[in-house]
Structure formats: structure tokens, C-alpha cells
């Protein structure tokens, strides 16, 4: 590496991980030059990377500056706008992590759960649909009706890999959105969370390193810091999720085990990865042979005419696990969620049935029921119809209540400034 990349790959690491914050002034070129012996013409050359990357600016007579681009892009700490995002390749090396990292968050996270209980609180830290919203009573009637005819045999019938007429739907259901997946490869779950885990727990060992989106979904922090791994952060974007430059050089340059990202409507952010990128994604992975899991829980609640296609859709070799569940779409708290494993499904079979045996066969009856009955579309419209309703309320009140500067955005939308949404503006 040439002397001025070195010294821009330092100072990129510096903001990266925070040593070097916001506004905050650099060292002037004079002052680098002489603490780290190099010529000014290095110095000058390697802070006009920085500034290309937008990680850094330039203010006449005052010197340099940690740039407002690179924090903006990041959407995490910092207001987001929609022109903030550095161009892929351009951002490429500025935003691919340079190390990986240590999860600590769990106290946090049951913090936050906690607080879930409240009934006097809006929780925005989590994301539980209101029961209101769900067809109870006539999963109800299902689950009677699975339980009537329940027999001994058919309880065995359930067991890993679970109901084969609830996998058959399931496998139904990939179709309608364009991804072939043979019930054979479904392994019926408690929970997307359980899949996410038994998938995670087969793909790792301790010490491996995972390359995750920043920010991410609590849960998967958790299960990394519960199996000790090493967490490797890719920047992801309000709009567009995962980076997928700095994702292309992180598997160029770590020896990463696993990937584990949302790519529809991603949690906390709400973003929507493209489909360009998504097919940009499966390439990557095919290419460096690394598994990805694929947390795909709110793929059903689109607001568009179609359902987003997962990463899934894209993979030619079986590398993608791609884990759902009926807990935001139909039946929460009847914990039943699958993985479509890929290569991997007679493992995660196997580590289901170490982990907690099997699913609840009434559960799992019931939720096949439904689905064979019909019904799940219609309520599907009605579902999406009303969270659209309550996600412009949700816009509106913001609107309202936080100041003008403050900016928001909505999946697969222009970012837009909540003073002028307020205004009446369309936020499309
Ligand atoms: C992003 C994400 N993944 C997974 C889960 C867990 O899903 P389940 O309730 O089906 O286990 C949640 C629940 O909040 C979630 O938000």
C-alpha cells in the first residue's frame, strides 16, 4: 500500500469508528507531515481521498474537517438526506469496515423489551403488531379444528422438518413471488427468531466472523454475542439498506464465516434493498461461496403491487437462508416460522431437533389450515391497507411534534424534510 493510501486508511478507521467525530477538526497537513515523516505532497494527496470519499471537507482558512456526508450516509447517528449517500464506488473504501468486533448489547436490548410492557408507551423500539389487526378468531376455529383431529400419528408427522402441508404452502407462497422452494428444504420453526438462531448456530463456530448491516436488528446482535462471534458492521442506508460496495469489499478482504442482513424492509430502518442490488448481493456471495441469512419477516407487508423478492430469488447454489414467520403477517404468538435453508436445510433439521425438539404440532395444523382455506390474501389487503394508514399518521404526528430540521424517511421513497411532509407535500 502507498504511503498516502496508508495514512488515508488510518484516518478513515479514526471516523469510522468514532475516535474521530462529527465537525471535528483533523490534523493540519503541517502536522501530520511532520509527527508521521511524510512529505507534504503525501499528506495533501491522502486528504483529497478522504475528501472524494466525503469523509472529510475542507473549510477556507479553518483547515479540515470530519465531513457531514459520511455520517449522513451511515443513517445512523445524524439527520439523513437523500443526496448524502457518497456514490457506491466512490464511498466504497471510505464505508467497507476495516475490523470486526465484539457484540456486547443485551442488556439494552431486555431494557428496551421491558418497556414493551407498558401499555402507557407507543413502543417504538420494538416491533409488535397490534393483535387487532389479526384474523384471531377464525385462527381460533383452525386451531380447534387442528386439535380435534389431532392424532398420535400426526403429531409425529410434525416434527422436524415440520407439517408437510404448512411446508407446502409455504413453498406455494415463494412461487407467487418468483422463488422456487421445494418443501423439502423448509424446516418449520418457533418463530423467525428460532430459524434465525438454529441458522446462525450451524453456519458459526466462536471466534467466526459475521458480516452484518449497520444498524441492525437487535436479535441478530444478541445471537451473535450469545454464540461469541465477531460482528463485522456494513453501513446501511434509510432508503436502499445494505452498502453493497463496502459489502463487496468486506467479503474481498475478511475471512467472513456468514452474512446476516434484511434486505425488505429492514428493522430498525424500514429499508428496501433493490432489486439490482439484491441480485448484486447473491453474485457476491456465490462468488466468495459465503452463506447469507436472509431475516425476511416483513416481506408480506408491502405496501406496493408486489411483493419484493428476497436475496433468495438470485441464488443459484443453495447459500441463502432465508428465515420468516407468520408472527407479523398472521398469527402472532402462535410462534411458527420456517427457514428455507438451501444446502443447509438437513443440518438446521437436525440442530431444531437438539434445540427444542419440534414446533407445536396444534400451531403448526392451525396456521396450515388457514392457508389451505383461503383468506390469507384478502386479509393480507386489509392488513397492508391499515399499517399504511397508521405509518402516515405515525408520518403526520412526527410531523407535528419534531422540529423542521429533523428528516425522515419511508421505504423505497424520497427522503424528505418532516416540516414540508407536514405541509401536505406527497411523500412518494
Ligand atoms: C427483524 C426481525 N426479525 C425477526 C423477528 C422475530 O420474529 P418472530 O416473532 O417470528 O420470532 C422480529 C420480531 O420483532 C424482527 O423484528
Redesign the pocket.
Same mark, same amino acid.
Given at each position: 500500500m502507498k504511503l498516502y493510501q496508508r495514512l488515508a486508511d488510518d484516518i478513515s478507521t479514526l471516523i469510522r469508528d468514532g475516535t474521530l467525530r462529527l465537525g471535528e477538526r483533523i490534523p493540519s497537513v503541517r502536522e501530520i507531515s511532520r509527527e508521521r515523516s511524510l512529505s507534504t505532497a503525501t499528506v495533501v494527496r491522502a486528504y483529497e481521498v478522504l475528501e472524494a470519499q466525503g469523509l472529510i471537507e475542507t473549510r477556507p482558512r479553518s483547515g479540515f474537517y470530519v465531513s457531514g456526508q459520511w455520517h449522513a450516509g451511515r443513517g445512523s447517528d445524524g439527520p439523513v438526506a437523500a443526496s448524502s449517500k457518497p456514490s457506491a464506488s466512490a464511498a466504497a473504501s471510505a464505508l467497507a469496515p476495516t475490523r470486526s468486533i465484539r457484540v456486547d448489547i443485551s442488556e439494552l436490548v431486555f431494557q428496551v423489551l421491558e418497556s414493551v410492557r407498558n401499555r402507557q408507551l407507543v413502543p417504538f423500539g420494538?416491533?409488535?403488531p397490534s393483535p387487532l389487526l389479526f384474523p384471531m378468531t377464525r385462527l381460533a376455529r383452525c386451531l380447534s379444528v387442528g386439535a380435534r383431529n389431532m392424532d398420535q400419528w400426526g403429531t409425529l408427522d410434525d416434527l422436524p422438518p415440520g407439517s408437510i402441508e404448512l411446508r407446502r404452502q409455504i413453498a406455494r407462497r415463494y412461487l407467487r413471488s418468483g422463488v422456487r422452494v421445494a418443501p423439502e428444504e423448509i424446516v418449520i420453526?418457533? +418463530?423467525?427468531?428460532?430459524?434465525?438462531n438454529l441458522s446462525l448456530q450451524v453456519l458459526t463456530r466462536p471466534g467466526d466472523i459475521v458480516a452484518i448491516e449497520s444498524p441492525a436488528?437487535y436479535?441478530?446482535l444478541q445471537a451473535i454475542e450469545a454464540l461469541r462471534l465477531r460482528a463485522i458492521e456494513i453501513p446501511a442506508h434509510p432508503r436502499d439498506g445494505i452498502d453493497v460496495a463496502a459489502f463487496a469489499q468486506t467479503l474481498a478482504r475478511h475471512p467472513v464465516r456468514a452474512c446476516w442482513i434484511?434486505s425488505n424492509f429492514?428493522?430498525p430502518l424500514g429499508a428496501l434493498v433493490p432489486e439490482d442490488s439484491k441480485r448484486e448481493l447473491a453474485r457476491l456471495l456465490d462468488k466468495h461461496d459465503i452463506p447469507l441469512i436472509e431475516?425476511d %419477516?416483513?416481506a408480506e407487508l408491502f405496501f406496493g403491487r408486489h411483493r419484493p423478492k428476497p436475496v433468495k430469488a438470485f441464488d443459484r447454489k443453495g447459500l441463502v437462508l432465508n428465515?420468516? !414467520?407468520? !408472527?407479523?403477517s398472521l398469527a402472532?404468538g402462535y410462534? %411458527? +416460522?420456517w427457514v428455507a435453508a438451501g444446502r443447509y436445510a438437513t443440518d438446521i433439521q437436525r440442530r431444531k431437533v437438539m434445540s427444542s425438539l419440534s414446533t407445536s404440532a396444534p400451531a403448526q395444523d392451525a396456521i396450515a389450515l388457514y392457508l389451505r382455506e383461503g383468506g390469507y390474501e384478502r386479509h393480507l389487503s386489509s392488513l397492508r391497507r391499515a399499517l399504511a394508514a397508521q405509518q402516515q399518521a405515525a408520518l403526520d404526528s412526527l410531523a407535528r411534534h419534531l422540529p423542521d430540521n429533523v428528516r425522515i424517511s419511508r421505504p423505497r421513497r424520497r427522503i424528505f424534510p418532516l416540516g414540508r411532509a407536514a405541509g401536505g407535500e406527497k411523500c412518494h
Amino acid at each position: 500500500m502507498k504511503l498516502y493510501q496508508r495514512l488515508a486508511d488510518d484516518i478513515s478507521t479514526l471516523i469510522r469508528d468514532g475516535t474521530l467525530r462529527l465537525g471535528e477538526r483533523i490534523p493540519s497537513v503541517r502536522e501530520i507531515s511532520r509527527e508521521r515523516s511524510l512529505s507534504t505532497a503525501t499528506v495533501v494527496r491522502a486528504y483529497e481521498v478522504l475528501e472524494a470519499q466525503g469523509l472529510i471537507e475542507t473549510r477556507p482558512r479553518s483547515g479540515f474537517y470530519v465531513s457531514g456526508q459520511w455520517h449522513a450516509g451511515r443513517g445512523s447517528d445524524g439527520p439523513v438526506a437523500a443526496s448524502s449517500k457518497p456514490s457506491a464506488s466512490a464511498a466504497a473504501s471510505a464505508l467497507a469496515p476495516t475490523r470486526s468486533i465484539r457484540v456486547d448489547i443485551s442488556e439494552l436490548v431486555f431494557q428496551v423489551l421491558e418497556s414493551v410492557r407498558n401499555r402507557q408507551l407507543v413502543p417504538f423500539g420494538s416491533a409488535f403488531p397490534s393483535p387487532l389487526l389479526f384474523p384471531m378468531t377464525r385462527l381460533a376455529r383452525c386451531l380447534s379444528v387442528g386439535a380435534r383431529n389431532m392424532d398420535q400419528w400426526g403429531t409425529l408427522d410434525d416434527l422436524p422438518p415440520g407439517s408437510i402441508e404448512l411446508r407446502r404452502q409455504i413453498a406455494r407462497r415463494y412461487l407467487r413471488s418468483g422463488v422456487r422452494v421445494a418443501p423439502e428444504e423448509i424446516v418449520i420453526t418457533s +418463530g423467525a427468531l428460532e430459524a434465525l438462531n438454529l441458522s446462525l448456530q450451524v453456519l458459526t463456530r466462536p471466534g467466526d466472523i459475521v458480516a452484518i448491516e449497520s444498524p441492525a436488528f437487535y436479535g441478530c446482535l444478541q445471537a451473535i454475542e450469545a454464540l461469541r462471534l465477531r460482528a463485522i458492521e456494513i453501513p446501511a442506508h434509510p432508503r436502499d439498506g445494505i452498502d453493497v460496495a463496502a459489502f463487496a469489499q468486506t467479503l474481498a478482504r475478511h475471512p467472513v464465516r456468514a452474512c446476516w442482513i434484511m434486505s425488505n424492509f429492514q428493522n430498525p430502518l424500514g429499508a428496501l434493498v433493490p432489486e439490482d442490488s439484491k441480485r448484486e448481493l447473491a453474485r457476491l456471495l456465490d462468488k466468495h461461496d459465503i452463506p447469507l441469512i436472509e431475516d425476511d %419477516v416483513y416481506a408480506e407487508l408491502f405496501f406496493g403491487r408486489h411483493r419484493p423478492k428476497p436475496v433468495k430469488a438470485f441464488d443459484r447454489k443453495g447459500l441463502v437462508l432465508n428465515c420468516s !414467520s407468520f !408472527s407479523k403477517s398472521l398469527a402472532p404468538g402462535y410462534r %411458527v +416460522g420456517w427457514v428455507a435453508a438451501g444446502r443447509y436445510a438437513t443440518d438446521i433439521q437436525r440442530r431444531k431437533v437438539m434445540s427444542s425438539l419440534s414446533t407445536s404440532a396444534p400451531a403448526q395444523d392451525a396456521i396450515a389450515l388457514y392457508l389451505r382455506e383461503g383468506g390469507y390474501e384478502r386479509h393480507l389487503s386489509s392488513l397492508r391497507r391499515a399499517l399504511a394508514a397508521q405509518q402516515q399518521a405515525a408520518l403526520d404526528s412526527l410531523a407535528r411534534h419534531l422540529p423542521d430540521n429533523v428528516r425522515i424517511s419511508r421505504p423505497r421513497r424520497r427522503i424528505f424534510p418532516l416540516g414540508r411532509a407536514a405541509g401536505g407535500e406527497k411523500c412518494h
